[in-house]
């Protein structure tokens, strides 16, 4: 297929990389705590944690994991915490391990967590306290072995460290009773591993690194199988597009966005560790007056987020006294971003915002825009290193140019498939080897790719995916309703919100009842905001519900 997209790259841009160069992500990691040992390389709450702590404290937990629990190359573990520094030092010892990390989310309710964890067939699970008493109640059903708990404060310096889980604990009472026999403190497990005793594993590009949960067009969760040579690939990929970015003295890159999400997994976490930058995390972006404060000091070279992140720190009338002199990169991706936004963000820190598109199933960078834009373009950007994108018509043909289709992606960081299902793996694989992304969009001449529609019926909240079928299934255990219908609805912070429509069986269900029902049963970003009662839903001849006419009302 011709690559027009060449055309358009930098100069300095290589339109391949050599992916080979490196066996796995812990190669690229133990070539960063070599370089940068005595640098910092995580932020947290006051606390800095070093290259050469990182990589101590990793080593320590992994020869845990191996000697104590005997865990072993290829065994999931999951890894359920907010951004705090024990969540890097608990994936790079599970990556030494050889491990197979599942990424969860903190707020998960126990229906969500028991899905994954018994999909994935995890044997441990890392957790903050907060969330144990949700871990808790589906314990017994999962084949989780060994419980490892820590608490927010625990890696911050002295006192801070038993003030702040005191103030969570006991002041704020953020963290529910709960009672897990056999559970061990990360910090005993940290003490308790030898780092001379750590077995080290031969890890190639065919082996798993992360089963990263995603949903589907039927709603079930489904693990993403990326293995080391997918997370590798995106890695050099994106250190190709952000080299001319990045300082020879280290960059400081603000990292809001949670670490299990795959945008900063990979962009925040892996990348800029890789080169030696200092991440600072922060642990509840939703404190907007907290996130200003720590940004105002630092003088951070790079942040990245979504739509929402940036519009919602715009509207803090104490953004603007940040000092934004260093700042050379503004990344979002996750959901589209906003041209009113971007507007704004480059009207007040004097950089322009860079927009990218990838996936779960990509790792997740697929196109970037070039890092000399100097203004919001609307465009998604081109097709990065060692990538191919086809714009596909329904009958799989090549659409031409300007042509709306569905993008499909082909590359070396595109996932092995989902985790024991082929046939979902089959249904989004073409028959040439390209993953079907469900966004319709069109490439222009220049290579330049524009998003203009969803193929699926996903609402993205916040730059996380929502699957209306999950949310449907879910309340449908509501047993004063007949039947109800999951669409997105725009919003000028999250970009979309969820508005359920509802048929009733009992007349007396109220919207408070449904909404008390959902909260016990959706994670946060899933519950629906808005809802309306009918007395019949649109449906196609077949009885299909037609949410397309729901979302046009």
């Known amino acids: 297929m011709p690559h027009i997209w060449y055309k358009s790259y930098e100069s300095t841009v290589a339109k391949t990389i050599d992916a080979s160069r490196y066996s796995s992500i812990n190669q690229i990691f133990d070539e960063a705590f070599t370089a940068f040992s005595s640098s ?40 359920m915490m907010p951004n705090i520094l024990q969540y890097p030092v608990a994936m ?16 998960y309710t126990a229906r969500e967590l028991e899905h994954q964890l018994k999909d994935s067939g995890a044997k441990a ?61 990360m910090s005993e497990a940290i003490c308790r591993g030898n780092a001379t005793q750590v077995a080290a594993q031969t890890l190639g590009h065919e082996d798993l690194a992360f089963l990263q949960y995603t949903g589907g067009t039927t709603g079930v969760s489904k693990g993403a199988m990326l293995t080391h040579g997918n997370i590798v690939s995106n890695m050099m990929q ?4 952000i080299k001319n970015m990045v300082s020879p003295k280290g960059d400081i890159i603000i990292t809001p966005l949670p670490l299990y999400h795959i945008f900063s997994l990979t962009a925040n976490f892996l990348t800029f560790t890789s080169l030696g930058a200092l991440n600072v995390l922060i642990t509840n972006p939703r404190d907007v007056k907290g996130f200003v404060s720590e940004l105002k000091k630092w003088k951070f070279t790079a942040i990245t987020g979504v739509n929402s992140l940036f519009n919602m720190l715009l509207n803090d009338p104490e953004f603007k006294n940040v000092d934004f002199s260093s700042l050379r990169l503004s990344l979002g991706g996750g959901m589209a971003v906003q041209k009113a936004v971007a507007e704004r963000w480059q009207e007040t820190t004097k950089v322009a915002l860079i927009e990218a598109y990838g996936l779960t199933e990509t790792s997740p960078a697929a196109c970037l825009n070039p890092m000399t834009n100097t203004v919001y373009s609307g465009f998604i950007g081109l ?31 595109v996932m092995l498939g989902y985790w024991n299902q082929a046939q979902e793996t089959a249904n989004v694989t073409t028959e040439d080897g390209f993953f079907k992304s469900g966004d319709l969009g069109f490439m222009n001449s220049e290579g330049y790719i524009k998003i203009v529609d969803r193929k699926k019926d996903i609402i993205l909240v916040s730059g996380f995916n929502v699957y209306p079928n999950e949310v449907e299934d879910v309340m449908m255990g509501c047993p004063k309703m007949s039947e109800c219908a999951a669409v997105g609805v725009a919003d000028p912070h999250s970009g979309e919100l969820v508005k359920l429509f509802v048929v009733k069986k009992d007349k007396s269900l109220t919207e408070a009842e449904l909404r008390e029902f959902a909260k016990e049963n959706l994670t946060g970003y899933k519950t629906p905001k808005f809802y309306e009662f009918r007395d019949e839903l649109p449906k ?12 046009s009302k």
């Open 125 to 185: 699970i890392v957790l903050f306290e907060n969330s144990a008493a949700v871990l808790e109640k589906v314990l017994a059903q999962t084949q989780i072995k060994h419980v490892i708990t820590t608490q927010i404060g625990d890696m911050l310096t002295f006192p801070k460290n038993h003030i702040v889980n005191f103030v969570i604990k006991k002041v704020k009472k953020m963290v529910p009773a709960w009672k897990i026999p056999g559970a061990i403190t």
């Open 40 to 79: 910092p390389s995580f932020h947290c709450m006051g606390t800095t944690m070093t290259y050469g702590e990182l990589n101590d404290r990793a080593l320590r937990f992994c020869a845990f994991l191996q000697n104590d629990l005997k865990l072993v190359k290829g065994d999931r573990i999951a890894i």
């Open 383 to 413: 097709p990065i290193s060692s990538t191919e994108v086809s714009i596909r018509a329904d009958d799989n043909s090549v659409c031409k140019s300007g042509d709306i289709g569905e993008i499909c992606i082909r590359g070396p960081q």
């Open 238 to 241: 994106a250190r190709e597009w």
């Open 540 to 551: 196609s001849n077949v009885g299909k519900i037609l949410r397309k006419e729901l979302r």
């Open 92 to 107: 790079v010892a599970a990556l030494k391990a050889g491990l197979v990390i599942v990424s969860c989310n903190p707020l």
